[in-house]
């Protein structure tokens, strides 16, 4: 169920062409204002103008066939942009089996002029900088490959006896130099684990003669904050690889296990031939395969997190394919026959490879239908159940599991993954953090809060595509790649999420709104009496000359900060708070006066947020008032009073800026005395 807090609004969008595959990864660069796209139908790099969100424009296309047949992926840090390019197999005339050739990564500046290129290991599906730029890690999937075409069949050689399953691993580029001249590359690979034993039983290796070296695909990236570990995702393979980045090694490959859709809140609905008319969730005996897509990690009280997009992916080629329907299967282990009927699980689509026997015991499909939510070791915490699913099927019923935006599609995808969600990015926004993921198939964007990794809330759903809405967005398909623009990097002050959509060829860009009060719990930051707060203020205040606040001393920088100083935590982005509020306290006053707060930048002007009396014997002439400061450019806030006066300031909370706060200059309104 929806909790209808934070939302996405389309700003605008750029059209790359009528075509597929124009637009598939995005990064932005908040320097330039600028998103690089890969756009894979004419093999270039695509880069945007974001100056004005809302008219999204080519500023050009580097042309990338120099180095390869296509990109799959696209990062920039700090002025540098990489794209992995990959190159197609060398086929030999009369030579069945294809020679892999390496992928390339090539380096560019933010204008893109090259800077230098290297080869990494075959197909280079996504890459990433590490979070001090000083290295490139390049996920390495190398698919297997079939023999070379039969030219009177147009097909490639079925023997699968001519496959060739290249080694897959990850590529790590030193960079820490700044040039991009004569790099090098060493991959990582997965000999560890071809020793018997050494790779867990429910790793899915299955390509016919395959080791596990060769088996084992990685597919997407995801760093932990400080840099030192790596998160992989082999989807095919359903697991999660560990990587030591220091260390250059895997440490772990680890089975992501299957999901239970008999379960009370793991519905779905497995076929495309039942009720034309009406979505048919419910529970049926059968395992989802997680096989996550693209993955995204944070850290959360000491802890790292990893969200997984759980797709799903079957290996289907000329020469092999592990595809099958569950009624093709043979059924054992007291499986009832009914559930191959075409309105049961007859339809949906499973592996005759691991971990389906023969006969089948028990049944698999592709994917989970869902986002989840590990810990650093690879356990779940937290799975979105059936919620993507159900959410359409009961907000925009026609169009339930179908895809291109069309109800002629209805059902149509039931029998294989559903909504299938791949696209993920998370960001922190107004306190929290979000995680965002794109449906590939139904479309759409679905927003949820992962403030408490444990207990996510679904906030919303967007999608112009299917809502009625004509706007920008309005034609995206199939969102494939994302990035998120923290309010601190964004050309409009207020977070921002920028969708690259495969199949429209579309980028979009997206404003995350959220609550219009950041809640906090009341901690006392300001007391310049001492008693055990920290001395943001010492002493009383001088009269009439104002007294500098850095809001950002205000808070802790961690979690673990927070408790032994009791300072709240997080803090806002910078720039992104438009006020703070505080109970302002005025305490042991020389004499009746009044006190204020304001951007320091501005100046005092004469208006007062407390008026306190003068201690007397016996009193200590205190005053409070709930404040509402706004800090200037510089994060500074100021406290000015006409008299000597010690000031307490409680921290209650924060408003983001574009939430609904309006800064107003001070005046006064109303004044019931004479005159």
């Given at each position: 169920m929806l909790r209808g807090g934070a939302t996405l609004t389309p700003l605008g969008t750029y059209d790359a062409g009528e075509f597929e595959g124009g637009a598939e990864i995005v990064k932005v660069d908040p320097a330039t204002n600028r998103a690089f796209v890969t756009n894979s139908e004419e093999n270039t790099l695509d880069i945007l103008d974001l100056s004005d969100p809302t008219a999204p424009s080519l500023v050009q296309q580097v042309d990338l066939s120099g180095l390869g047949d296509g990109p799959n992926s696209v990062d920039v840090y700090d002025?540098?942009?990489?794209?992995?390019?990959?190159?197609?197999?060398?086929?030999?005339?009369?030579?069945?089996?294809?020679?892999?050739?390496?992928?390339?990564?090539?380096f560019f500046d933010t204008n893109g002029a090259p800077l230098g290129d290297v080869e990494v290991g075959v197909l280079p599906d996504m890459l990433t900088f590490t979070p001090d730029g000083e290295k490139l890690l390049v996920a390495i999937e190398a698919e297997p490959l079939c023999g070379v075409e039969i030219v009177e069949d147009d097909e490639e050689d079925e023997d699968i006896a001519n496959a060739v399953d290249?080694?897959?691993?990850?590529?790590?580029?030193?960079?820490?130099?700044?040039?991009?001249?004569?790099?090098?590359?060493?991959?990582?690979?997965?000999?560890?684990?071809?020793?018997?034993?050494?790779?867990?039983?429910?790793?899915?290796?299955?390509?016919?003669?395959?080791?596990?070296?060769?088996?084992?695909?990685?597919?997407?990236?995801s760093l932990s904050p400080d840099g030192a570990t790596a998160y992989v995702s082999l989807q095919e393979n359903n697991a999660l690889a560990v990587l030591d980045v220091a260390a250059g090694e895997f440490s772990a490959v680890v089975p992501l296990g299957y999901k239970d859709h008999s379960q009370p809140g793991n519905e779905l609905d497995p076929s495309d031939r039942d009720d034309p008319a009406v979505p048919q969730i419910a529970n049926w005996p059968v395992h989802g395969m997680y096989q996550p897509d693209t993955i995204a990690s944070w850290e959360h009280e000491g802890g790292v997190y990893t969200a997984t997009a759980n797709e799903g992916d079957a290996r289907d080629y000329d020469c092999y394919s592990e595809e099958e329907r569950i009624d093709d299967l043979t059924l054992g282990g007291g499986l009832d026959p009914a559930l191959q009927d075409e309105d049961q699980l007859g339809r949906l689509q499973t592996t005759t490879a691991t971990p389906t026997a023969d006969p089948a015991t028990e049944l698999f499909s592709y994917g989970a239908r869902s986002f989840s939510i590990w810990d650093a070791e690879g356990n779940l915490v937290w799975d979105s159940g059936s919620q993507l699913?159900?959410?359409?099927a009961d907000a925009f019923a026609p169009f339930h599991n179908s895809e291109e935006n069309s109800t002629a599609e209805f059902d149509g995808r039931s029998d294989n993954k559903g909504p299938e969600p791949e696209a993920l990015a998370v960001g922190n926004a107004f306190g929290r953090n979000y995680a965002f993921v794109g449906l590939e198939r139904v479309g759409g964007i679905a927003l949820?809060?992962?403030?408490?990794?444990?207990?996510?809330?679904?906030?919303?759903?967007?999608?112009?595509?299917?809502?009625?809405?004509?706007?920008?967005?309005?034609?995206?398909?199939?969102?494939?790649?994302?990035?998120?623009?923290?309010?601190?990097?964004?050309?409009?002050?207020?977070?921002?999420?920028?969708?690259?959509?495969?199949?429209?060829?579309t980028t979009t860009v997206?404003?995350?709104?959220?609550?219009?009060?950041?809640?906090?719990?009341?901690?006392?930051v300001v007391d310049s009496r001492g008693n055990g707060v920290a001395p943001i203020l010492d002493g009383k205040l001088t009269p009439n000359q104002p007294s500098e606040i850095d809001?950002?001393?205000?808070?802790?920088?961690?979690?673990?900060?927070?408790?032994?100083?009791?300072?709240?935590?997080?803090?806002?982005e910078p720039g992104e708070a438009g006020g703070y509020v505080f109970n302002l306290t005025a305490t042991e006053g020389e004499g009746r006066g009044f006190a204020s707060m304001f951007p320091c930048a501005a100046g005092f002007d004469t208006t007062s947020n407390v008026n306190f009396p003068g201690e007397e014997t016996g009193t200590r002439g205190s005053a409070a008032a709930l404040v509402v400061a706004s800090p200037d450019d510089d994060g500074k806030i100021c406290v000015q009073s006409n008299r000597e006066v010690h000031i307490v300031a409680?921290?209650?909370?924060?408003?983001?800026?574009?939430?609904?706060?309006?800064e107003q200059d001070p005046f006064r309104l109303l004044d019931l005395r004479d005159g």
């Open positions: 002025g540098t942009v990489a794209v992995a390019v990959e190159v197609d197999p060398t086929e030999t005339p009369g030579v069945s089996p294809v020679t892999p050739n390496p992928g390339v990564v090539g290249p080694m897959g691993g990850v590529s790590i580029i030193d960079v820490s130099s700044g040039s991009f001249a004569g790099l090098t590359s060493t991959f990582v690979d997965f000999t560890d684990f071809d020793a018997p034993g050494a790779l867990d039983e429910m790793v899915r290796v299955f390509w016919p003669g395959s080791l596990p070296s060769q088996d084992l695909e990685p597919e997407f990236i699913e159900t959410h359409v949820f809060d992962v403030t408490d990794p444990m207990a996510p809330v679904f906030e919303s759903y967007v999608h112009p595509g299917i809502d009625g809405s004509t706007g920008p967005g309005s034609t995206d398909v199939s969102p494939e790649g994302m990035d998120f623009v923290p309010a601190s990097e964004s050309p409009t002050g207020t977070p921002l999420l920028v969708v690259a959509n495969e199949v429209s060829s997206w404003e995350l709104s959220g609550p219009t009060h950041v809640d906090s719990a009341v901690e006392r809001v950002a001393e205000l808070f802790a920088a961690s979690a673990e900060e927070a408790l032994t100083t009791r300072r709240p935590f997080p803090a806002p409680d921290f209650a909370g924060w408003l983001p800026k574009g939430q609904g706060f309006v």
